[in-house]
């Protein structure tokens, strides 16, 4: 029953990204806490394989100068997994637990041993995690000793870590079919003392960037923004929006009152762009990256394939990477961009024929998939870490992928 519904997961994460519905990395300012040694000299357990077919390539300029998507993305997007320094933090539900991987000392282990886990966040000091709707309430905070404790007993789905703070929303009611957040945005201490309501009735997911929410209000689901306090509430737009990405300069969002159309908004100058129809936005290592059905000039959507697009923020505008031909990616997810190369996650074997990731070099007109590993990856920085199950190999390892240069270090769990 574990393998099936770790299987409905995994289907649901390419859903929501393909339709747009999935919490994204935002923007970051770099490691919290240690500092992680350098790949070419850190310690990193079993190493020396390559993933089949995966060659080393050197990663563009643009991405080796990128901002590290680490802080932000473990205090703020809420997924399965986690990383601060050398420690990863990592939700395995088939093994029951929330584990620790000490990239330094080589070690693995369990934290807490749960099989309902919704999201979880990491600060370099603690682990919060929100069970799933239905088999728990409250917001829950582990140390590194594996103590937990509930600080408080509020339904949430999504949290937004700051040093001091925990934004999160209030959880009014569920919906069955979208499963997203929807109540009052609240703000309370990381001890989960001084619950302060700041904005009711949020739904959907919501960012804060520079000084200001992003949200959409659940009523008219109309896009606003709000100061850090909650006050000083501005329309930027009308519709039934929801938001995939956001930073200081640019929001994507979907307007599915307009046939999930997919939005680039200037926050600054107010411009609002129409990129395409259906799919989503995500940011990765500072830049934005939209997957959409480019419009005709009759308005209708091209039924032939997917365009890629990534956003010059200095000329505010969104330039054509790739085209992905509907026949041969169908509605495989694009999970990542780095360097020259796209990648993709498939239930159904894609374009290599095997379940798993597998890689793509744009523009990918003449392109030629690499098959990359049996599994779903979590993008971090240039790596790509996953759970390496193989029916010969016990225990179930904790894997790590380097994409520039295809070596994989594992970890094996421990209790």
Known sequence: MKKMKYGWVCLALILLLVSGCAAQPESATGPAGAAEPSPATENTGSQG???????????????????SDEKSDSMHSGKFFAKNGNILIYYAELQDGIYMV????????????????????????????????YLGRGIYRVDLKGNTEKICTNSSLQLWLTEDKIYFTDQIGFDDINQTPRGNLCTMNKDGTN??????????????????????????????????????????????????????????????????????????????????????????????YIVTEERG??????S???SVFRVDQKAGKAVKLAFLKMDRFG???????????????????????????????????????????????????????????????QPPTFARINLQIGEVSRWPFQE
């Open 331 to 393: 509605l495989d997810s694009m999970s990542y961009v780095y360097g020259d190369w796209l990648y993709f996650y498939t239930m159904d074997g894609g374009p290599t024929g095997q379940r798993g990731t597998y890689r793509v070099k744009w523009p990918c007109d003449d392109y030629e998939a690499e098959y990359l590993v049996d599994g779903y990856l979590f993008y971090l920085d240039g790596y790509g870490y996953y759970i390496e199950e193989d029916e010969n190999a």
């Open 102 to 133: 000490d990239t330094v000392k080589n070690t693995v282990r369990r934290l807490v041993k749960t099989h309902s886990v919704h999201k979880l966040y990491f600060d370099g000091t603690y682990v919060y995690y929100v069970p799933y709707y």
């Open 49 to 67: 394989d390559t993933a089949p077919g995966l060659q080393e390539t050197g990663a563009s300029s643009e991405n080796s100068a990128a901002i």
């Open 304 to 306: 032939a394939g997917w």
């Open 195 to 288: 619950i302060q309501i700041l904005i009711k009735n949020v739904g959907n997911y919501f960012s804060i960037q520079d000084e200001w929410i992003y949200y959409t209000h659940m009523n008219n689901r109309d896009l606003y923004r709000a100061a850090l306090d909650g006050s000083r509430s501005e329309l930027l737009a009308e519709g039934r929006t929801y938001i995939t990405a956001a930073d200081n300069d640019y929001l994507i969002y979907t307007d599915y009152e307009d046939s999930e159309t997919q939005h680039l908004l200037n926050n600054r100058t107010g411009e609002n762009i129409i990129l395409g129809q259906f799919g989503g936005g995500s940011r990765y290592n500072g830049q934005f």
């Open 297 to 302: 000039p009759d308005g209708i959507p091209s």
